[in-house]
């Protein structure tokens, strides 16, 4: 990933992954989240600015920013639907504001912003921030609402743990998976909530790779996960031979995601959106090689579960994916480390005190530059415990 970019450049990685995202969003049956409309900053009329509140918790879309919220409403929380996921840009246009929400969470890379709702209808970041990947709006107190505040993924079931829904009620699971040779299968499953959660027995020899979970016709989660004990499949999966000849072949790992291109020349660009377990999104701009080969380096800690590849403005790849040595973090994962407190800068040595070319000549003179060199001695202790602390 780059730092370098060009406001077109920008402009268009960002347009390739509203449209990947757009696509991404929808489950088994039609059944999703709601995408809304993101876009940049420029351009943007009355609009509220949402403010940095730290980072995000692992788990569920309505979980990852709840402690802003808590810290802004006196009494119970309440997350209301639509949920909107699969955003990119800078600023976001919901087509439906829920009724009664008071403050809305914009998730951007691993990062949390808030700002109340009031009568916008436009909601933006800090210049500088990430792109916004999803975003939850919550009410202060009122009715409770249904929600899913845990998951469990394995290869042989997945189970999640629900807020305000009632024992007996049946929940529907619609799970992406990956084989062997990465294609992709759809299945739906029911279960029925019994103490608080819910278990969707799996298949156990296909990797899942993307759950949405509904509640009759509302979403209460969707999200790409990995198993925890992947990969299910006897060896892990690997990309299928895209369709388009551009792309040859693509190998991904938790390090890297290596595309062997063909007919594209070396020196080009290619852009390349990969999104995390966790709701996390990056793009990249790689330059093609002389062997016809992009390398997209990853975090590392981070499991890969979409790649998005572009070039000369056209798509030339998009499926879910799984890395061949995942799990590769947590699930979910961790939140990062807070940032460490940058070291203070080096405090400036005190002055000397003026010294006489000649001796004091008598005892109120000789006192006054005494006091002068203790007072020195104090500031010079004070100095070296600074001096010490900033390094």
Do not use: W
Request: charged share 25%; proline share 11%.
């Amino acid at each position: 990933m780059t730092d370098d970019d060009t406001d077109g450049r920008d402009v268009a990685r960002r347009t390739y992954l509203k449209g990947v995202a757009a696509g991404s969003a929808v489950g088994l049956g039609g059944m999703a989240t709601m995408s809304g409309t993101a876009h940049q900053v420029n351009g943007v009329g009355e609009h509220a600015v949402a403010e940095f509140c730290g980072t995000f918790s692992p788990g569920p879309q309505v979980q990852q920013c709840l402690a802003c919220i808590e810290e802004r409403c006196d009494g119970e929380v309440n997350p209301l639907t639509p949920l909107y996921t699969g955003l990119s840009g800078q600023c976001f246009e919901p087509p439906v504001v829920p009724d009664g929400a008071d403050y809305i969470a914009l998730k951007a890379g691993q990062n949390c912003y808030v700002t109340s709702v009031d009568d916008n209808t436009t909601f933006c970041l800090p210049p500088g921030s990430p792109d916004i990947s999803n975003a939850t709006f919550y009410r202060c107190g009122g009715e409770p609402t249904p929600a899913i505040v845990d998951f469990d993924v394995t290869c042989e079931a997945i189970t999640v743990t629900t807020e305000n829904v009632p024992d007996g009620q049946a929940l529907t699971a619609a799970v992406t998976f990956l084989d062997a040779d990465g294609n992709e299968s759809e299945a739906a499953f029911q279960a029925i909530v019994e103490n608080g959660t819910a278990t969707f027995d799996l298949p156990g020899d296909l990797n899942p790779t993307h759950l949405v979970v509904t509640l009759d016709d509302t979403v209460l989660l969707e999200q790409d996960v990995v198993a925890t004990d992947a990969p299910c499949t006897p060896e892990p999966p690997t990309p299928p031979v895209p369709d388009d000849p551009r792309i040859d072949d693509v190998e991904v790992t938790c390090e890297a995601i290596i595309i062997t291109t063909s007919d594209i020349l070396e020196g080009a660009t290619i852009y390349a959106t990969v999104s995390f377990v966790g709701d996390v999104t990056e793009m990249y701009d790689v330059t093609v090689d002389a062997d016809g080969v992009a390398v997209v380096p990853l975090p590392g800690d981070l499991d890969p579960s979409n790649l998005a590849v572009a070039y000369d403005d056209e798509l030339l790849f998009d499926m879910n994916v799984q890395a061949v040595d995942a799990p590769c973090a947590d699930v979910p994962p961790k939140p990062p480390e807070p940032p460490a407190e940058p070291p203070e800068k080096p405090p400036e040595p005190p002055e000397l005190p003026e010294l006489p070319e000649e001796p004091p000549e008598n005892e109120k003179e000789f006192k006054k530059l005494l006091h002068e060199c203790k007072s020195f001695e104090r500031k010079y202790e004070r100095y070296e415990k600074r001096l010490e602390k900033s390094t």
